[in-house]
């Protein structure tokens, strides 16, 4: 007997057997159960996540010779011709084949005979996205009012393609992307019940590689048993996609965390030395960076088994950088074929975030300066990073600019500082470090008519991002007297007043202001005034000009006399500033 493919061999063939897709197993289930059914389905989603399976299995459950039910008895003559794909009343179209006007008139003439073995006649049309506009227009009178005999099942991966009219006359059941642990557990089901040896690790690398769909999973499976000999490991997986083990991409946030330009260079050489696929590198560095941001800033949540390998990292990271560092490599990835090429852009994406790298990182607190960059025509040796602090300067000298480059970068990879001014013949005085490092003075803040500072300029002030930023843009600032300064949270925007984002944003506002500030948070209900509210009013308000203002456009005004036609609101968007 020949080989039969995992894909097709596991194919299931009763909605128990099926993976995820609960809430479409459930509709119909219910729907075959009190004998509500709809004339015409709609089946969408991505492929290989069980449109064409489920379709089926409903053909299955109309016809079974047992009874109409949810639960098909998978052995009369009925199933099993359903399964073997040759039941004489499943009419299965590719419209990606038969596109045309007579196609679909030669389905639209034979729905009207009575089927010949079955209860109902099942049309089950694949990806109808693909039918030509006229073939569309001759579908729709019989798709709207079949005869009662008939059923149409129709699947696509591309619904936007199918005019309203189609959509308007289906039950439409989107069908979600599998997870990662649902394929896995399948793949685990499958490997037990052939005898095959396997590793756990491999299964977890051929899940992901699956991207959401169980065909393609099971498609790498069977190259992955071909590739191992009859076995499925990890090195082998590995090898066959291209892609590399977790502690190669965590030695490189290691080498990021510690600021240590060579060693991040040698953690690229090793991982191209492996030849494999450097976006789905980058993937796996943004998943670990994911991993990493989920132990900083939500203690416990949902761990994972590896993770304790990553909290000394999240200890060393400032959880904003961790952000930027995430931001580049998603931007790297998109950005690889544009590239001399893969390995290049790969490098130059961890070369950027080892550029951007503060000083202060891989020391696990939020910087406690400005990070601004060095002049660019400077070209005096710069100091060493090691040298003791000069003697206080006299009051009226600015503070030296901080350069942005990390100490340990190479020379030639950051720009040089200013030569340091040697300090007046004074005698030595021995004064205490200054507790802040303040911004150079920007003018006074504005107040508000509460007399306090507006706190949006406080935020653009203290340059809050991130995490930070997110925190600030949804608190009001209720007192500030001293030391002590008060915001209110809505209490569903408590959650976001954490360490160690707070002490972080007592820093950041403390230089801003130029003396210590001790921030407490208070939940309060009711409209705060933030400047996420604020912000978000006024999209409201744009939005609504923008509607008004298209529909007293004259134009437009016309176009609805003469010719009956809509304005659409949701389909108009303001004019951003600066287009």
């Not at 079949?146 to 129709?154: T, W």
Request: charged content about 20%; glycine content about 8%.
């Amino acid at each position: 007997m020949s080989y039969q493919v995992l894909a097709r061999k596991w194919r299931p063939r009763k909605f128990a057997e099926l993976v995820g897709q609960e809430h479409v197993v459930r509709a119909l289930t219910n729907a075959l159960d009190s004998g509500r059914m709809h004339h015409a389905y709609l089946f969408t989603g991505t492929r290989g996540v069980g449109k064409t399976t489920i379709a089926r299995i409903f053909a299955k459950s109309l016809n079974c010779e047992r009874g109409e039910s949810a639960d098909p008895c998978g052995e009369c003559s009925v199933c099993t011709a359903v399964d073997a794909g040759r039941f004489v009343d499943l009419l299965e179209i590719d419209a990606a084949s038969n596109t045309g006007v007579d196609d679909v008139r030669e389905v639209i003439e034979n729905a009207q005979y009575a089927p010949s073995r079955g209860r109902f006649k099942v049309y089950l049309v694949d990806e109808v996205h693909m039918l030509s506009k006229p073939a569309f227009n001759a579908l729709l009178k019989t798709l709207e009012e079949p005869p009662p005999h008939v059923k149409f099942l129709l699947a696509t991966t591309d619904p936007q393609k199918l005019p309203v009219t189609v959509l308007s006359r289906c039950l439409k059941f989107n069908l979600k992307r599998l997870l990662p642990e649902q394929i896995s557990g399948q793949m685990r089901h499958i490997l037990a019940a052939e005898g095959i040896e396997y590793e756990g690790e491999a299964i977890g690398e051929l899940a992901h590689g699956a991207d959401g769909s169980m065909r393609d999973g099971l498609s790498l499976l069977d190259q992955a048993i071909a590739y191992g000999g009859g076995s499925v490991r990890a090195s082998d997986v590995r090898a066959m996609l291209g892609s590399v083990e977790r502690g190669q991409v965590l030695g490189v946030v290691e080498a990021l965390a510690a600021g240590d330009g060579a060693a991040l260079m040698g953690e690229a050489d090793r991982i191209a030395s492996y030849s494999p696929d450097f976006a789905g590198v980058l993937d796996d560095l943004a998943t670990v960076l994911h991993r990493i941001q989920l132990i900083q800033l939500v203690p416990g949540y949902r761990e994972e088994e590896g993770d304790a390998g990553l909290a000394d990292i999240a200890n060393r990271l400032a959880p904003e950088d961790v952000q930027l560092y995430y931001q580049i490599a998603t931007t790297g990835r998109r950005e690889l074929p544009l590239a001399p090429d893969a390995r290049i852009g790969f490098e130059m994406a961890l070369l950027r975030m080892f550029a951007f790298r503060p000083a202060e990182a891989g020391q696990g607190a939020a910087p406690s300066a400005p990070r601004v960059a060095a002049p660019a025509t400077a070209t005096a040796p710069r100091a060493p990073a090691s040298a003791p602090a000069p003697a206080a300067a006299a009051p009226q000298r600015a503070p030296a600019p901080v350069s942005s480059a990390p100490a340990s970068a190479p020379a030639a990879a950051r720009p040089s500082a200013p030569a340091p001014v040697a300090p007046r013949a004074a005698p030595p005085v021995a004064a205490p470090a200054p507790a802040l490092a303040p911004v150079a003075p920007q003018g006074p803040l504005a107040l508000g008519a509460n007399g306090m500072p507006d706190w949006h300029e406080v935020i653009e002030r203290a340059n809050l991002r991130g995490p930070i930023g997110q925190l600030a843009q949804n608190s009001s600032l209720r007192e500030l007297d001293g030391e002590g300064m008060v915001l209110a949270l809505l209490p569903s925007h408590m959650h976001l007043a954490v360490e160690p984002l707070t002490s972080q944003m007592e820093e950041k506002v403390s230089q801003a202001l130029g003396r210590r500030i001790r921030i407490r948070f208070i939940a309060d209900h009711g409209n705060l005034g933030t400047p996420a509210e604020r912000r978000a009013q006024a999209q409201v308000d744009a939005q609504a000009n923008a509607v008004a203002s298209m529909e007293t456009d004259p134009f437009v005004q016309t176009l609805k006399r003469e010719f009956d036609a809509r304005v659409i609101p949701q389909s108009i968007k303001p004019v951003e500033p600066g287009t």
